[in-house]
């Protein structure tokens, strides 16, 4: 067999060839797989990256939100606290009034009662005027 071999060494040649080619191929398409793969994990990493930074910038954003919604709440707060003491002040307010108004209540029953009495005496003094110039008129 090693005689038809030696015989027809360029079908050996050939044989050789092929087989290099085919070596050099496989590697080739291995290489390229292997230069795809690292590229699509480059790419995945970066990918990680960029997404990692845009979580950042959106947990800052977050954060800035949350702080200026702390801030609206805090000033909310102080609008209530500010209405509760303003309401606290209008009631004290209202029961001062109320106790004015029965005072004026009470002082205006008394005028009107000291005014029946004062036209009663004036009342009175008519009459007795009148009886006195009577009495002198006849004299």
Known sequence: MYEKLKNNYQVVIACVLIVI????GVCYLYDRNATADGSNAIRTV???????QSARGDVDAARVEIRHSNEELDRAITGVDNALQSTSRIQESVRNNEREIGQSRTI???????LAEAESIFRDIDEANQIHSTQNSGN
């Open 108 to 114: 205006i029953t008394e005028s009107r009662r000291n």
């Open 46 to 52: 970066q990918q990680i990256k960029d997404d990692n």
């Open 21 to 24: 080619i085919l070596a050099v």
